[in-house]
Structure formats: C-alpha cells, structure tokens
C-alpha cells in the first residue's frame, strides 16, 4: 500500500471522526481513553500529517486535477 492510499484512509478517518462529533458530539478518541491518552493523540497527528502531505502532493497524485490543469488543445498525458 503506497503512503497516498494509508493518508488518503487517515483523512477519511479524521473526516468519520468530525462527523461523529458535530452530529452526536462522540470523538472516536474516547474508545481510546479521550483526547489526553497517547494512543488518541498519534492518531491525531497521524491524521493531520496526513492532510500536511496531501496538501502538499494532491497535484501530482490527483488524475482528475492533472485533468482539469490540463491547457486547451493539450493532450492527455499516457501512463
């Protein structure tokens, strides 16, 4: 599994998370012994590294952006 896939199931996670907690107020943390226990706060900075890389690499790894940056006239590119 290549590191954009692994970020890419982060993101999703943390994403799960805040909906969970602007809907019923529940932070997926608290099965890990809330925001203060260390296994809840690798996961938060996992997850927010994650979006650091994504952020930092979503041109290069996203075909439906490469598409959309593509000039006019422009070939696709073939991989």
Known sequence: MNLHKVTFVLLVIGGLNW?????????????????????SRIIYVLVGLSAIYEVATHMK?????????????????VM
């Open 61 to 77: 790894n996203c075909k439906q952006c490469e598409k959309s940056a593509m000039p006019a006239g422009m070939p696709p590119k």
């Open 19 to 39: 909906l969970l907690v602007g809907l019923v107020g529940w932070d997926v943390g608290q099965l890990f012994g809330g925001v203060d226990a260390i296994v």
